[in-house]
DNA sequence: TTAACGATTCGCT
DNA sequence: GCGAATCGTTAAA
């Protein structure tokens, strides 16, 4: 990992995640290579949080948070999904930002291959654990750094050149509670992307141009 | 040791 | 649009 990008990941979670729109992950592994262009993201602001997996402090799940920015943070949903967060902020604090989308601009093939059911290309990365399944992440890389090799996989990323027109934000989603479903607009999302997730419709959910 | 709950997804209506 | 599937993580007993 670069210093340029451990810089951009020691700031808070809610200027990294916008930023993050556009970025290319790279994720290369022994079955191929599969890169994803990034157009949907949350922020998690960590033991200030509610709504974050940090907000009770320290576990055995979710210590990557707490440690130092440009690493990764994977979690299983529902036992079977895996999510990938990058972890923001400096060592100590528990931010990052929850890749929930992208479009796959490379190895597509691959990517078609570890999701059969997808029907559209635009559909392979649409969702935390649709993305997290395309790139064949798992709980193993959990900690490790960006460009770091673990486990026959590397995740790096390409950050953008410049911030992406048209971002939107809006409410998280999935999280309940006090500071969930609707409380901030800390979901982030490039404005008319059919890769972006639809998680039971739009419907009743207030975008704003950010 | 046990019970409850998801930072979700997919199929069916 | 709605509801079930599904199992690791967490917190309580």
Partial sequence: MHTLE??????????VAPDLLGAVLLC?????????????VEAYLGEADPASHAYRGLT??????????????????HGVHRCLNLVCGPDGTASG?????????DGVELARSRR?????????????????????????HSGAALAEHRAGLSVS?????ERQASIMSGPRVGVSGEGGTSAYPWRFW???EPTVSRYRADAGRKAVAS
């Avoid at 990941?9 to 200027?15: E, H, P, V």
């Avoid at 290369?28 to 949907?40: D, Q």
């Avoid at 930002?97 to 601009?105: E, M, W």
């Avoid at 990323?157 to 050149?161: D, G, M």
Wanted: aromatic residues 8%; hydrophobic residues 45%.
């Fill in 6 to 15: 451990v810089d951009f990941f020691n700031r808070s979670a809610l200027d």
């Fill in 28 to 40: 290369e592994g022994a079955a191929g290579a599969v890169a994803v262009r990034l157009t949907e």
């Fill in 60 to 77: 055995s799940r979710n210590w990557p948070m707490f440690g130092p920015p440009g690493h990764l943070y994977v979690y299983l949903s």
């Fill in 97 to 105: 930002v929850l890749l929930r989308s992208g479009r796959v601009i």
């Fill in 116 to 140: 059969p059911t997808a029907k559209a290309d635009s559909g392979l990365a649409s969702g935390p654990g649709n993305l997290g399944r395309v790139i064949g992440i798992g709980i193993e």
């Fill in 157 to 161: 990323i390409i950050l953008p050149r």
């Fill in 190 to 192: 490039v404005r008319d």
